[in-house]
C-alpha cells in the first residue's frame, strides 16, 4: 500500500478524489431528501404555528386595547353623569335648604305678630281691668269724701254713679288740656 501512496505522488489534501466526491454528494442529497421529506414540513408547521399565535395574540390585543377603550369612554360618560346628577341634587339641597329657611321666617314671623297680639290684647285687657277697678275704687273714695264734705250719705247707687261719673269726666278733661 505505501507504494501506492508513493505512485500517485503529491495529492492536495483539498480536493477530494472523485469517487469520494460522488459518494459524498450522493449522501448529501439522500440525506437532504430526507430532511426535507420529514423534518421541513415540521419546522414549517410550527412556524406558521408560532405565526398565529403572533397574529392571534395581536388581535386579541387590539380587541383588549378597544374594548379597554369602549369601557374608558362608558366610565367617563358615567363619570360625567354622575357628576352632573350630584350637582342636580346639590342644588336641589341648596334650594330646599332656602325654601326651608324662609318657611322658618316666615313662621317666626307669625308666631312673633301672634305673641304680639296676643301681648297687646293682654295689655288692653289688663288696662280695661285696671281702669274699671281704678273707676270703682277711685269711686267709692270719692263717695266717702263727698259724703264727709256734704255731710248726708250718698249711699245712694244711682246718685253716687252720677257723682263719680262726673269726677272722672273731670279727671279726663283736665289731663287732656295738660297735654
Keep these: 500500500m505505501m507504494t501506492f501512496l508513493a505512485e500517485e ?10 469517487v469520494e466526491l460522488v459518494i459524498g454528494l450522493i449522501a448529501f442529497f439522500i440525506v437532504f431528501g430526507v430532511l426535507g421529506k420529514k423534518l421541513l414540513p415540521t419546522i414549517q408547521k410550527t412556524l406558521d404555528e408560532r405565526q398565529d399565535a403572533i397574529e392571534g395574540g395581536l388581535e386579541r390585543a387590539q380587541e ?21 346628577e350630584a350637582a342636580r341634587i346639590t342644588e336641589q339641597a341648596r334650594e330646599q335648604g332656602a325654601s326651608i329657611i324662609a318657611e322658618m321666617r316666615e313662621e317666626g314671623q307669625r308666631q ?22 281704678l273707676r270703682q275704687e277711685v269711686g267709692r273714695m270719692a263717695t266717702d269724701l263727698a259724703g264727709r ?11 253716687q254713679s252720677r257723682v263719680v261719673d262726673r269726677f272722672l269726666e273731670d279727671l279726663e278733661e283736665k289731663a287732656e288740656a295738660a297735654r
Design 9 to 18: 505522488g503529491a495529492q492536495n489534501p483539498l480536493i477530494p478524489e472523485p
Design 64 to 84: 383588549a386595547q378597544t374594548e379597554a377603550n369602549q369601557t374608558l369612554e362608558e366610565y367617563k360618560a358615567q363619570l360625567a353623569e354622575a357628576r352632573h
Design 112 to 133: 312673633r305678630d301672634a305673641i304680639i297680639a296676643a301681648g297687646h290684647a293682654q295689655t288692653e285687657a289688663d288696662r280695661r281691668q285696671v281702669t274699671v277697678a
Design 149 to 159: 264734705v256734704v255731710g248726708e250719705s250718698l249711699e245712694d247707687a244711682a246718685r
